[in-house]
């Protein structure tokens, strides 16, 4: 399989080797290597050239010796395959094997270097022809001289391994910047020249035969992440499991149109769930694998509370993201409708905009400024800072306190107090009615009622089946600033200190870039639904963490 650091490299930058081989004319097992010959392609540029005979172990025929002009003495006379197959191997290492008809010349090659009991180097393949099929599909004859010939290159000599090479080597910087426009890595360009009905050989969802099926015996019974690829080493699918070889080994039962492609496997283990569920989603964000363009959405119930603080007079709101740039996000809880009626407890505790993003102009009060519960901006007579007093005074119940709820509650009391003072007993009355409704509410509320990004914590995210085993995240901002496997004290106390110092200056909101938000959801969702997760708050001087 070629080297995902060779497919990943971008096509502009990447060397080719054209080549070209002869043979003695005979089929299959009997095919013997007579001549090979490349020329380095890079930049767009023919460079170094090379070209060597092979001996044959029978003798050549007269009409293959008229053909190509190499004649038994000749053959008689060269190197063993054995001599000139470790050169070769060693030129095509790091590169793209490029020929006319390449599938021939790749199978040639790859039954000498077996027969000659050496590793096939496995480079990635580009033909020729193909070439031509996509991009210069108004040329019907696609034989060397003649594809050459209309792309207006001089042919000299034929039939002989160099001079096929430098014309294949010279039909090849004429239409790659053709490819070079429609592919942006080695890989991709692999793919755009991968014929149309390549994959197709079986239906979707039919059953693979267990002999034809990926080898998983290698994959460990621990978390972690696997990436299936196709037989060019391109990615198909990346998935993730508490237990990687059940796991994969579930896709062969129910089989979809990516299986039938797969051909390798490989994998990288965490030492959690959470690990392998924030290494898959980077893995799929970078790699693109279309097995997974139709992922599932979320379903878990959770949502935020959030409030963008970049809108005129922003307003609270309940969404299954957390927002993106500045802004304050609560959560997550479970329960959208738990969530929504909270909202509308704080809007009317603190006098916060009822309606939506939107603030048309009223020439009188909605129902709730009317009723006392709204501040009526969109009047367009109020004072922007008193409206952002008032919605700093909530928004700070859940970014300066751990506990939320339990500020909120607090706060509720005071009101209820300084009613009572004033003799407002009415109010009193209500606001001790409004006391019980939130307590009740936030009990039905899952996960804890805090800014996403108040504070820094340590998260010791334990392996399923080992408690002495762990990944540790550190959590800054509400964004993964660092991860990995739990690592002694010295370094995990090292690795605490630099995340602290990388923490954003202290402010109501937090910054949280647009790409990282499905990330923040997923370390927010999975620590509200473990508990039994160990988190450990960090201060400005980080405490000392025990490695047990």
């Known amino acids: 399989m070629p080297s995902p650091q060779l497919l990943a490299q971008p096509l502009a930058s990447a060397e080719f080797l054209a080549l070209d081989t002869e043979t003695n004319g005979l089929a299959r097992e009997r095919c013997e290597l007579t001549e090979v010959g490349a020329v380095l392609v890079g930049g767009g540029e023919l460079h170094d050239r090379w070209a060597s005979l092979v001996g044959v172990s029978e003798p050549l025929g007269r009409g293959i010796q008229r053909f190509t002009g190499i004649t038994q003495e000749m053959v008689d006379h060269a190197p063993p395959p054995e001599a000139v197959l470790p050169e070769l191997a060693a030129r095509l290492r790091g590169r793209v094997l490029v020929a006319h008809n390449a599938a021939f010349d790749a199978r040639v090659l790859r039954q000498a270097f077996a027969r000659?009991?050496?590793?096939?180097p496995d480079p990635p393949v580009i033909c020729t022809v193909a070439l031509a099929r996509r991009f210069a599909p108004l040329q019907r004859r696609r034989g060397l001289a003649s594809l050459a010939d209309a792309l207006g290159i001089d042919v000299g000599a034929v039939h002989r391994a160099l001079p096929d090479a430098e014309t294949c080597?010279?039909?090849?910087?004429?239409?790659?910047?053709?490819?070079?426009?429609?592919?942006?890595?080695?890989?991709?360009?692999?793919?755009?020249?991968?014929?149309?009905?390549?994959g197709r050989r079986r239906l979707p969802g039919a059953k693979r035969p267990r002999d034809q099926r990926p080898?998983?015996?290698?994959?460990?019974?621990?978390?972690?992440?696997?990436?299936?690829?196709?037989?060019d080493g391109r990615p198909l699918y990346v998935g993730k499991s508490v237990c990687l070889r059940v796991r994969a080994r579930a896709h062969f039962t129910t089989p979809?149109?990516?299986?039938?492609?797969?051909?390798?496997?490989?994998?990288?283990?965490?030492?959690?769930?959470?690990?392998?569920?924030?290494?898959?989603?980077?893995l799929i964000k970078r790699l693109l694998p279309p097995g997974n363009v139709n992922l599932k959405k979320h379903a878990d119930g959770f949502v935020y509370l959030r409030c963008r603080l970049d809108i005129p007079y922003p307003i609270l709101e309940v969404a299954r993201e957390p927002a993106a740039g500045?802004?304050?996000?609560v959560g997550p809880v479970r329960g959208r409708a738990a969530a929504a009626e909270l909202v509308e407890q704080l809007n009317s505790l603190f006098g916060l905009r009822h309606c939506g993003r939107g603030l048309a102009k009223r020439p009188w009060p909605s129902a709730y400024g009317q009723m006392g519960r709204c501040l009526s901006p969109c009047l367009g007579d109020l004072d922007p800072n008193v409206y952002r007093e008032r919605l700093d005074e909530a928004l700070r119940l859940f970014v300066a306190e751990p506990d939320g709820a339990g500020a909120l509650l607090a706060h509720v009391e005071r009101q209820i107090r300084a009613a009572s003072e004033a003799q407002a007993y009415e109010r009193a009355a209500w606001l001790q009615r409004r006391r019980n409704r939130l307590?009740?509410?936030?009990?039905?509320?899952?996960?804890?009622?805090?800014?996403?990004?108040?504070?820094?914590?340590?998260?010791?995210?334990?392996?399923?089946?080992?408690?002495?085993?762990?990944?540790?995240?550190?959590?800054?901002?509400?964004?993964?600033?660092?991860?990995?496997?739990k690592p002694a004290q010295a370094e995990l106390d090292a690795r605490t200190g630099a995340a602290l110092r990388a923490a954003p200056a202290p402010g109501l909101g937090g910054w949280l870039p647009a790409e990282e938000l499905d990330e923040a959801r997923i370390v927010g969702a999975w620590l509200a639904s473990h508990d039994e997760a160990r988190v450990i708050e960090l201060e400005a001087a980080p405490p000392l963490v025990s490695a047990a």
Do not use: M
Request: charged share 20%.
């Open 439 to 485: 307590e009740s509410l936030l009990a039905r509320l899952g996960g804890a009622l805090r800014a996403a990004h108040a504070g820094a914590r340590l998260v010791l995210a334990a392996h399923p089946s080992d408690p002495e085993r762990a990944d540790a995240f550190w959590i800054v901002g509400g964004r993964v600033v660092d991860w990995g496997p």
């Open 169 to 198: 080597a010279r039909v090849l910087c004429a239409l790659l910047p053709r490819l070079c426009a429609a592919a942006f890595t080695v890989g991709e360009a692999l793919a755009v020249l991968r014929p149309k009905n390549a």
């Open 215 to 231: 080898d998983l015996s290698k994959l460990p019974k621990d978390p972690g992440v696997y990436i299936f690829r196709d037989a």
């Open 256 to 282: 979809v149109a990516w299986t039938g492609q797969a051909e390798h496997v490989d994998y990288q283990p965490t030492e959690s769930e959470l690990g392998a569920l924030v290494l898959e989603n980077r």
């Open 116 to 120: 000659a009991a050496l590793d096939w």
């Open 326 to 329: 500045n802004a304050v996000c």
